[in-house]
């Protein structure tokens, strides 16, 4: 899913060493991406499409960046920086064959995609060239001549190796580097060793790195760098520290247009087109994108003046007082564009931090979006049931979703609604199970059957928020019924029979807790699981292992016939080796079935006489 692997981007620490600029700018432009992958169709929104590989990409090269040797990138420089504009023209050409702009998005989102396509285009035919002063400081250092301290210094302040802890860092990556390119990648390994040892003679201590940071970023404020025209205000020119989105969809610094306003006017300076309401809706996006480069550039933008009441409100959330107001009317008005627009923004601002979900929450927005849940409009449903996820994530909501009466209502939209909506209806089912008494209420709404069809026909991220959904709510003793009822067993004994879809994880999780009811057990017993269940204790991974010998314990303690069948399996060297090697639990399983295999062949010796 592209938008999982953004979120793996975005969660990525803060890019350290020579390459820290080429992976800031890889990573802001995949985040700016992400009110693109909230509206992708279910079409080119799954693994295998040329926006998720290019996105999978630039993943795994910052990845590779952030556990690489910093000399390494430093010595290679050019070969990196090619691997850098590789990537963005992999992304800029997968987002050219995207007809994003056919797809329901705000005017302000369609223009915010342009500006990053564009800046990936740009990124694709131009690399910044390496760092010359630090290209001639290596070749120096790299020398039989005594190193100069400063020198030195200088080096191991542009690589970013400032500790010992560093240091220890930076050796452990050289050798991982020698292992994984079975050698020394470009006969260098020897140099670089050299100079890492005469870098950890001469640790800089960490007033000098303080040091060296202070003089850095005095530098930088006193370069004018130009400030990009989407990133001013129509009305003054100047750089926009509160950019607000007006009814005609066009972005101006608040105070600005709040002056425009007051005096009078009734459209829109720029378009001269009517203004059909005049709330201000916060353009928290491009905000986001002013901040990062005026973070980059080393500006520092004044604090906005604004009355007590919305410096309390910009404290909480993205959106001030009547900010939030004129999304709860949009919401209410019977106008089908206006709802699905405002529940898109909610959608996105509750994903955001724990503020705004409060805030939103204390606005009245769940019992309005949980009505939205039976719109006949498919993006406005998968908006409100979206919205309700993420609000859902604060512990306080999630009872006023389940007051709000929202369940039966998420249940019929995992029933009909398109595959996205769906996977994010399991989602949230999960999310409210977590409170126990949601898992009776969730289970006697009917949620069981549609769940087990998610994990049949879903996708493969629709077939995994239906399973951990099921788990959670199986728990309770009831839902396990229901599941057994409903036929899960046969579905999940084909997950183990046919592993390549990729679900043997959560087919042996549940079924080990399917296991210990009675009727759940009966039935497992009766789906053949020996064999398969012999082969995972065989051949899988350490948790399926001891799912797998939990399951087979729970079926051979209720069956005599059980034990001998996997007896005959030869399953007994794959237990005696699992309960040496295996975990804990496994350990103890193995044991117990290793008993009753030998208590039931004493018992057939007696049988027969011997």
Not at 371 to 385: F, I
Request: proline share 6%; with cysteine.
């Amino acid at each position: 899913m592209p938008k999982r692997v953004a979120d793996e981007i975005a969660a990525l620490p803060e890019p350290r060493g020579p390459l820290r600029r080429p992976c800031a700018d890889l990573s802001r432009r995949v985040r700016l991406l992400a009110p693109l992958l909230d509206h992708l169709p279910a079409s080119s929104s799954s693994s295998s499409t040329p926006l998720a590989d290019a996105l999978g990409a630039a993943r795994d090269l910052l990845r590779k960046t952030r556990d690489g040797s910093k000399i390494d990138q430093a010595m290679r420089g050019d070969a990196f920086l090619d691997e850098f504009a590789g990537v963005n023209r992999q992304i800029h050409l997968a987002l050219d064959a995207l007809p994003y702009n056919t797809f329901h998005m705000p005017q302000e989102v369609q223009e915010q995609v342009a500006l990053v396509h564009s800046q990936f285009q740009r990124a694709s035919t131009r690399t910044d060239p390496p760092d010359t002063q630090l290209s001639m400081d290596l070749a120096w250092a790299l020398t039989d001549n005594p190193s100069d301290p400063a020198l030195l210094t200088r080096i191991s302040h542009k690589l970013q190796l400032h500790t010992m802890a560093d240091m220890k860092n930076e050796s452990i990556a050289l050798h991982n580097m020698v292992i994984s390119t079975a050698g020394e990648p470009d006969g260098c390994v020897d140099q670089m060793s050299s100079l890492l040892k005469k870098l950890k003679d001469c640790v800089v201590t960490e007033d000098h790195a303080n040091d060296a940071l202070t003089t850095r970023s005095a530098s930088i404020k006193h370069r004018s760098p130009i400030i990009p025209d989407e990133f001013r205000c129509p009305i003054s020119l100047e750089l926009m520290q509160d950019p607000v989105i007006v009814s005609s969809g066009q972005t101006y610094e608040r105070s600005c247009i709040q002056k425009w306003l007051d005096s009078g006017h009734k459209t829109c300076p720029k378009t001269q087109q009517p203004l059909s309401h005049t709330s201000l809706t916060p353009n928290f996006v491009l905000k986001s994108l002013i901040s990062q480069w005026c973070e980059a550039n080393g500006i520092e933008l004044p604090k906005n003046k604004q009355n007590s009441r919305d410096k309390k409100a910009a404290k909480s959330s993205d959106y001030d007082h009547a900010g939030l107001v004129s999304l709860m009317n949009r919401l209410r008005s019977g106008n089908q564009d206006e709802q699905r627009a405002a529940a898109g923004e909610i959608r996105l601002l509750a994903k955001r931090n724990v503020n705004n979900r409060i805030c939103i929450a204390e606005a009245g927005a769940i019992p309005l979006l949980v009505n939205l849940l039976s719109s006949s409009d498919p993006r406005t449903q998968e908006h409100a049931v979206t919205a309700l996820l993420n609000l859902s994530i604060h512990e306080n909501n999630k009872a006023s979703i389940v007051d709000s009466h929202a369940i039966p209502k998420i249940v019929e939209v995992l029933k009909t609604g398109s595959m996205e909506t769906r996977e994010n209806a399991a989602a949230t089912l999960f999310s409210l199970s977590v409170v126990d008494e949601n898992k009776v209420t969730i289970g006697a709404a009917g949620a069981i059957p549609p769940l087990i069809n998610l994990l049949c026909d879903g996708s493969p991220r629709g077939k995994k928020d239906a399973a951990t959904a099921i788990f959670n709510l199986c728990i309770y003793q009831g839902n396990k019924v229901r599941a057994v009822k409903a036929g899960i067993v046969i579905h999940l004994m084909n997950f183990l029979v046919d592993p390549t879809g990729g679900m043997i994880d959560e087919a042996l999780s549940l079924l080990s807790i399917l296991a210990g009811n009675p009727e759940g057990k009966i039935v497992i017993a009766r789906s053949e699981p020996i064999p398969p269940l012999v082969e995972v204790i065989k051949t899988g991974s350490p948790r399926n292992r001891e799912n797998a010998a939990a399951i087979l314990w729970l079926l051979c303690s209720a069956d005599t016939e059980q034990t001998l069948a996997a007896k005959a399996a030869g399953v007994e060297d794959a237990l005696k080796e699992l309960s040496e090697t295996g975990t804990d639990r496994a350990k103890r399983k193995a044991s117990s079935i290793l008993e009753l295999m030998h208590q039931a062949n004493e018992d057939s010796l007696k049988g027969n006489g011997h």
